[in-house]
């Protein structure tokens, strides 16, 4: 079955600061990956995927993610954090269906 | 604008009474989903249909039902079987071939 693990809870950065988010996934084989940002009683909106191609790759709002089969990760990285970054991150992993980690939850601090 | 609309956005209602949460979508997607969130936890999904007449239980369907009759709605009954229903829940929809998934902007139960 198919999994999604993102360690970090919660992650404090400054303003202006790089932010990197983690996230595993396990599946046999080269999974549709995703990342996804909630703001506060929102829905969900994508930030970037990765289905096959060049493993580092660029999304909406300056963020970027490397997939890593080695390593069965799916970072998603920002090299400077603005205050608007505030919200919660998911990372999202589909073969038939759509499955969600827990979740990452990211403060901005001035 | 095509896209996808969760009603009510808020929605009350008292132990023991079944209630319905409306998802609708013009994006002529064949895929939809529904989502339950609750804090710490992120979305565990409850059903999901590949296509009209034909739904698949998700990984919490107990206390849920759901119907698939037409391309563009998937409404999601919350019955009195659920034994903690008050939550955030999300609808989603996907193309064929198109893994994305399109949210709504939820709706927030309360059972009292």
């Known amino acids: 079955a198919q999994s999604v693990t993102q360690p970090d809870i919660h992650i404090t950065v400054s303003e202006g600061a790089s932010l990197e988010l983690r996230c595993n996934y396990s599946?046999?084989?080269?999974?549709?990956l995703f990342w996804y940002v909630q703001s506060p009683g929102q829905g969900l909106q994508l930030l970037l995927k990765y289905f096959s191609g060049d493993t580092l790759v660029q999304g909406i709002k300056g963020f970027e993610a490397e997939f890593k089969r080695s390593q069965s990760s799916f970072n998603l990285r920002k090299p400077s954090v603005h205050w608007s970054d505030a919200a919660e991150y998911f990372c999202a992993v589909n073969d038939y269906k759509l499955s969600f980690g827990a979740g990452t939850t990211v403060t901005v601090r001035a | 604008d095509g896209g996808i609309t969760q009603s009510p956005k808020y929605l009350f209602r008292k132990e023991g009474q079944n209630v319905t949460l409306s998802c609708e979508q013009n994006l002529n997607h064949d895929a939809m989903y529904w989502y339950r969130q609750d804090p710490g936890q992120g979305l565990r999904l409850i059903y999901y249909s590949q296509i009209v007449n034909d739904f698949q239980k998700g990984d919490i369907a107990e206390g849920y039902s759901v119907s698939r009759e037409k391309k563009e709605s998937f409404p999601l009954t919350v019955t009195s079987a659920q034994k903690n229903p008050t939550a955030f829940y999300l609808c989603?929809?996907?193309?064929?071939?198109?893994?994305?998934?399109?949210f709504g902007q939820g709706t927030r139960l309360t059972v009292v």
């Open positions: 599946y046999g084989a080269t999974p549709y």
């Open positions: 989603a929809s996907s193309a064929p071939g198109d893994t994305e998934a399109f």
